[in-house]
């Protein structure tokens, strides 16, 4: 086998290595190949389906757990496939967001949103008014 020196940038750009072909054992040997990025990790998030009172899952009614592209937490309520909450913890606290459209669109979604917010639907108003909870675009 021959020896080539490349720099590990230009290592796997076909334009500028066009018969380029190299084996399994030729990347877990090249040291410059092992260490380079494959591709950005993608985050680790927890989906599990909403429980409800009398402890049974509910179908299509999900909480996703993660954390943001800043390393934040976040929990958010899904309902079917409509994002309808979401908090997020930072260095100050707690932020509510809820999805301008869909945070009140039905009564299963309000009665799922008020078991993931633990408030009623006038709560929930009150602090959306006030500017606590703030409406955006989710979806």
Known sequence: ????????????????????????????????????????RTPKVQVRNMTSNSGNEVANQFIIKGKDEQGYEFELFQSYTSSIVRKTWDNQGVLVELDRTFWDYSKTTGKYRN?????????????????????????
């Open 1 to 40: 086998m021959r020896a080539f020196a490349v720099n590990s940038v230009d290592l796997l750009d076909k334009s500028k290595n066009p018969n380029l072909s190299l084996s399994v054992k030729d990347v877990l040997n090249n040291p410059k190949i092992r260490k380079m990025p494959i591709a950005p």
């Open 115 to 139: 078991l993931f917010l633990g408030e009623t639907k006038a709560e929930t108003q009150k602090k959306i008014d006030s500017g606590k909870y703030i409406l955006t675009d989710l979806n």
